[in-house]
């Protein structure tokens, strides 16, 4: 880590390291938006997909019953897999983000810390779950855990009424 030599030195790093938090949490309302408008397309397919068959269509509207019978229920699956799963990997994108958010929350301050002492910054080995200060940033996006975490309960919910 090296020493801070004056105050530009200082300011520069900790503008770095405040541009770095400020990045993570733009990509995590990227990804939840992302997720959002992923999702009201895959719940479009899922009512297309439940109203295929309807009686009241006329029949070069209708899927032949035969073939709605094999293929819609799979077609209704995937989609809620596809929901599933596409909500937990936006959930790790998420948690990662967050985790370099704490990372970087504590070189701030262990950056802040040293220029009050005079003394070059010491950052220790990270932990796995974040420290309290850190848990500041968590809950200011906690958006970032809810969204992904709902959107999966209702695609397993729906998948569960197949």
């Avoid at 990804?31 to 029949?59: I, K």
């Avoid at 809620?80 to 790790?92: A, D, K, M, R, T």
Wanted: glycine content about 6%; proline content about 5%; some cysteine.
């Amino acid at each position: 880590m090296p020493v801070i030599v004056n105050e530009e030195h200082l300011h520069r790093r900790l503008s770095r390291l405040d541009g770095f938090i400020r990045d993570e949490f733009e990509y995590v309302g990227q990804r939840v938006t992302w997720l959002l408008t992923s999702h009201s397309f895959l719940f479009t397919a899922f009512v297309v997909g439940l109203n295929v068959g309807v009686r009241d269509r006329p029949n070069s509207q209708r899927l032949n019953p035969a073939d709605a019978a094999d293929i819609i229920p799979s077609l209704l699956a995937a989609l809620c897999w596809i929901g599933i799963v596409s909500s937990l990997v936006v959930l790790l994108g998420v948690a990662v983000a967050h985790k370099v958010v704490n990372e970087n929350y504590r070189r701030r301050k262990a950056t802040e810390d040293a220029a009050r002492a005079r003394t070059p910054p010491m950052i220790e080995e990270f932990d796995a779950l974040p420290n309290r200060q850190g848990g500041l940033y968590i809950v200011g996006s906690l958006s970032g855990f809810v969204m992904p975490l709902f959107l999966a309960g209702v695609w397993f919910w729906l998948w569960l009424k197949l």
